[in-house]
C-alpha cells in the first residue's frame, strides 16, 4: 500500500501518494540452509511469481526450485532432478565437491530452463571429462515430472548460464577450470540438440581474483553486463561486474568492483558472492548471492552456504548498486504477502511431523546422499502402517574412504538443517540380529564430516563368555577432518532398567526415541529414551558444530541404517529399522 499524504488545497481535500513507497524490512537468509548458489528469475506470465534454482551437490533429489510471490514467502515447488534415469552418473560421483553445481535458472518464451554441470572426482580435475553440463526444460515447474530428461552439451568448465540474443541465437557463458587458465568463457549453443559452437572465447578474466566463475549475462539500455563471482567461494568470496557494447565483448570493469562482499569485515554473514539479479513487478531491482553465517572467525557454519538477498539500485546507464548483506535487511517495497501458490513442498521455514501413512510417498524436501537404492525406503510396509522402512546398506555413512560409495550406496535420508537452534527427533524399532547391525540418527554434511547416534549390535566387552554375547548400545560418534569427540558406547538395556521390555534380555525388539538437538550456537546435543517416556530420555553425547563445517554442503538432519560393511543381497537383506514421528522443530535463527 502506499502511504496516503492528505492534502488540503482551496478547501478541498485531495488523497495523493506519495513519491516514495514505505519501504519493507525483512531477513536473510532467505532459504537458510544448504541452498548454495542460488539462480532466481521474475515471472510476469506466470502469475507476476519469482523462481529460484540452487546447488546440490551430491544430494537427490537435487536441483531444488523454489518459488514466491511476495519475495518472503518461498515454497519448494519441485526438484529439477527427481529420477534416477535423469542422470544416473550421480551414483558414481566422488567426494562431497563432487555432483550438481551452481544452476542457472531462466525463463524463455513459455518455457524454463535449468542449465548446470555435473561434476566428477576431484583427481581428476585437469581432464575435460571432469564437467558434464546439461540443460533441463519445464513448462510446468510448480510439478517436479514436468522436467525434462538433460540435453548434455560440449564445453570445459563449469556454472554455465543461458543468454538469448534478440535474434534468436543463444550464447553460454561458463567458467573455465581455474587451474588451467581462470576466466569466462563464452559460445553459443543449439539447446534442442546440445550442439555448442567450436567458437569457445574468453570474454573476461575477472578483476584478478582466485577462481572467476558464476557468470550471468544481463542486457539493459544498451549495454551488455557481465556480472561474476571471484576470490573463491571462502571468505574473499565477491562479485565483480564488466560492461560491454557488443556480447562478444571487450568486456569494461567496473571501477566500484566488487560490487558486492563482505570480505575483510567482521559480520557474521560471510563469503557473500555468486549472485543473480531480477526485477520485481514494480521494476525494482533484487539480487541474490550465497552467503555463510559463519563470522570471520570461520569455525562453526554448520548450515554450509545460504540463499540471501538484497535490494539493487540500477538507474539507466548506470551500473548496478548492490546493498550489503546483513541478517536485518530493507528496501525496495515489496509486493504484498501472497502464500497461494501451487508446488509440491513445503514453505521454507516450516516444522516437520511426518508420519508416513499408508499409500504416502516421501516429501519432496527429504534427500539421499546420492541415488538412493531401490526398495530400501519404504512408507508403511504391510506390518508396519505409518512408520518408514529403512534396508540397511553394506556401507556406513562414511561408506569407502569417506569418499565414494559406487552401486552400494547409503541407507540415509534426511533435511536440511534450516535453524540456528532446531531440535529433531524419530521414534525408532529396530530389532538387531547380527553385529555390527545398526540404525540411528545423523548430523550429516558429508561422508567425511557426520556426527551420529545409532544402535548397534556388539559383543559385550565385559562379559567373560566365550564368544561374548551380542548386546544393543547406544553408540555416540563423530567423523571430521577436526578433533572429534570421542565415541561413546551405552548398553542400552543397562540406561533403563526400571523399563520392563527393555530390560527383558529375551526382548529383540527396542522402541526408542532418538533426538538430537542445537543447544546452541556451537553444540549439538543426542539424546535416547524408550519412546512414550520422555522422563526418561538420557543425554549420551555432544558434538562441537564446527565439526560439520567444511567445504560446498550444509548439514542434513536424518536416519540411516547399515550392516557397517556385511554383504546384503536379496536372500540376507539385513535387519530394516521402521521410522515412525519424524518431527523437526525451528527453535531461533541466529542473525548477527
Ligand atoms: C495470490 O496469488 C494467487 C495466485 O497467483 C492469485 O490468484 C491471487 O489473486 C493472489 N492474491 C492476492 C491477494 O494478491
Ligand atoms: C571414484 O573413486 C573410485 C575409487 O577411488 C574409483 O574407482 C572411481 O573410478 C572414481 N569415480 C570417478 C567418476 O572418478
Ligand atoms: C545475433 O545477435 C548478436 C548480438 O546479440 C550478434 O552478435 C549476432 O551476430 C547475431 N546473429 C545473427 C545470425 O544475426
Ligand atoms: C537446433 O537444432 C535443430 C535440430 O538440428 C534445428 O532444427 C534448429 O533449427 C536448431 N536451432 C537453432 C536456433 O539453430
Ligand atoms: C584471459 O586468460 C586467457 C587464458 O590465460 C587468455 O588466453 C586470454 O587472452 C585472457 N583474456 C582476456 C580478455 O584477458
Ligand atoms: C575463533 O575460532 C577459534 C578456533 O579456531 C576459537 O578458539 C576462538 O575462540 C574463536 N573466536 C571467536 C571470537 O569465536
Ligand atoms: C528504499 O530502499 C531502496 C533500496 O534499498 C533505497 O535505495 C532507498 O533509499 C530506500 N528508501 C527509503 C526511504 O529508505
Ligand atoms: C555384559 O556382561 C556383564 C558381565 O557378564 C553383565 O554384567 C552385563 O549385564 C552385560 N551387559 C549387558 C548390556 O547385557
Ligand atoms: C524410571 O525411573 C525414573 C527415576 O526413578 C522415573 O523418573 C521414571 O518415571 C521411571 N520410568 C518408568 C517408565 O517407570
Ligand atoms: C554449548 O553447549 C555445549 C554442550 O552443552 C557446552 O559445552 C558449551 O559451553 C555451550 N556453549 C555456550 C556458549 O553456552
Ligand atoms: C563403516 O564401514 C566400514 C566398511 O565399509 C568399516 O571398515 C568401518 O569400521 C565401519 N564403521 C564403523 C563405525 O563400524
Ligand atoms: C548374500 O550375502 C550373504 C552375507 O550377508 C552371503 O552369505 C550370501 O552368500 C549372499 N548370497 C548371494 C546370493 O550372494
Redesign the pocket.
Known sequence: MLPKVVLYVCGCALLIPTA?AA?STYTNPIFPGFFPDPSCIFVPERDDTFFCASSSFEAFPGIPIHASKDLVNWKLISNVLNRPDQLPDLAITNKSTSGIWASTIRYHQGTFFIMTTLVFDDADQFNSSRWDNMVFQSKDPFKSSSWSDPVHFDFVGYDTSPYWSDNGTVYVAGSHPWHVAPGITMTTINLTTGEAGSDLRFIWNGTGGLAPEGPHIYSKDGWYYLMIAEGGTGLTHMETIARSKTIDGPYTPNSANPIVTNANTSQYFQTVGHADLFQDPAGSWWGVSLATRSGPNFTTYPMGRETVMF?V?WKTGDWPIL?LVRGQM???QMPPPNITIAGEGPFTDTADHLTFPPKSSLPIHLVHWRIPINGSYTVSPSGHPNTLRLSPSKLNLTGYDGNYAGSQGQTFVGRRQTDSLFTYAVNMEFSPQAQGDEAGISVFLTQNHHVDLGIVLLPNSTSSASPKPLVPYFRFAATSYLAVPPPILVPIHSSFPNYTTLSDPTATTLNLYLEVKANNLTHYAFSAGPVDAMSDVINIGYAPAADVSFGFTGTILGVYATTNGRNVNATAPGTPAYISDWKYTPQGQFLD
Open positions: 516514495i519501504n535490494p539500485t546493498q530493507s528496501g525496495w
